[in-house]
C-alpha cells in the first residue's frame, strides 16, 4: 500500500546520542519530523519510525493493535541503544504515551523524555462503549490538523477507526498503570487550546511520574499538533537544550545526510 506524502520513517546517524521520536495516533512522521530533522542537524543520531497501520489508509490501522506500535518503536529503541552511548525519547500525543511506557519499561537505558502534549485517555463520550460499538460501527471522524497555524496540515487519517480506538484506550491504561516507573529527567510541553488532548493529561502524568527533574512548559500559540504549529521552533529549542543539559556531549557529532526508509507498516 502506498504511503501518504510525508509519511516516510525518517533515520539520520550522527553523534553517540541519540533520540527517538514517536508520532501520535492516526497521524504519521510527518507530524514531528521537523523536530526530528532539528535535532539531526545538531549532530545527533536520530530515529522516527513509522507506526503500523499509520501512513496509508484507515484499514489497514483497523487490524493493527497497541501491541504492534509499541513493539515497533520497542525496536526502534533497541538499535538506537547498540549505537549510542546515551539515548532520549520524544513523542506527540499517542507518541508521549509511546515514549513514557519505553521509559518505565527500560529504565537507565533512557536518559530522559520530552513529550508534547501526551496523552492519557481516550475523552470521546462514547469511549465506555467502545468495546461493543466497534463492532457495530467502523469508524468515527477522525482528529488530524489540530492546529492554529493558518495553512500548517497534518497527514494523516480523516477517520479513526473504532478497533484501534478501543485498543488505544486500553493501551492509555496500560500506561497510565506504569507511570510510577518513571524515573527519568521529564519535560512536557503543554498547549492550553488542544482540542485534541486536553492538558488535564499532562497533568496527571506529572502527578503519577516518579521522576524528580521536571519541566512543564506550556505553548500558548499552539493547538494540538504544536510540532506544526506557532511554538514548533520554541519546542525544538527547548528539546535540544534539555537534551545537552543532560548530555553535555550531544551534539559534538557530525550529522550525515538523512535517509527516508520505507517499511514500519
Not at 553517540?16 to 530533522?37: D, I, K, M
Not at 547498540?82 to 499517542?94: A, D, I, K, Q
Request: charge should be negative; charged fraction near 20%; hydrophobic fraction near 40%.
Amino acid at each position: 500500500m502506498p504511503l501518504l506524502p510525508g509519511a516516510e520513517p525518517f533515520r539520520r546517524d550522527g553523534g553517540e546520542v541519540g533520540v527517538l521520536v514517536c508520532h501520535g495516533f492516526t497521524g504519521s512522521p510527518q507530524s514531528v519530523r521537523p523536530w526530528a530533522e532539528y535535532l539531526a542537524d545538531r549532530g545527533l543520531s536520530v530515529a522516527l519510525p513509522l507506526l503500523p497501520g499509520h501512513g496509508t489508509r484507515w484499514q489497514d490501522m483497523q487490524v493493527t493493535t497497541w501491541q504492534d506500535w509499541y513493539a515497533e518503536v520497542d525496536r526502534e529503541l533497541r538499535a538506537l541503544t547498540e549505537r549510542c552511548s546515551r539515548v532520549f525519547v520524544c513523542g506527540l500525543s499517542m507518541g508521549g504515551a509511546l515514549a513514557l511506557r519505553l521509559a518505565a519499561k527500560h529504565g537507565d537505558a533512557i536518559s530522559g523524555v520530552a513529550v508534547v502534549n501526551p496523552a492519557n485517555r481516550v475523552h470521546d463520550a462514547a469511549a465506555p462503549l467502545l468495546p461493543v460499538l466497534r463492532h457495530v460501527v467502523r469508524t468515527t471522524k477522525g482528529v488530524a490538523s489540530d492546529i492554529a497555524k493558518p495553512g500548517a496540515q497534518e497527514v494523516g487519517y480523516d477517520r479513526v477507526p473504532l478497533h484501534a480506538a478501543y485498543s488505544v484506550r486500553r493501551f492509555f491504561r496500560q500506561v497510565d498503570s506504569e507511570l510510577p516507573c518513571v524515573t527519568q529527567p521529564l519535560l512536557v510541553m503543554t498547549s492550553p487550546q488542544d482540542h485534541v488532548v486536553p492538558p488535564a493529561d499532562s497533568e496527571r502524568i506529572l502527578s503519577r511520574v516518579s521522576s524528580t527533574d521536571v519541566r512543564h512548559k506550556l505553548l500558548e500559540r499552539s493547538y494540538h499538533v504544536a510540532t506544526l504549529d506557532h511554538d514548533a521552533e520554541q519546542i525544538f529549542e527547548d528539546t535540544f537544550a534539555f537534551i545537552t543539559r543532560l548530555a553535555p556531549e550531544a551534539g559534538t557529532g557530525t550529522a550525515r545526510e538523512g535517509t527516508a526508509a520505507s517499511g514500519g507498516a
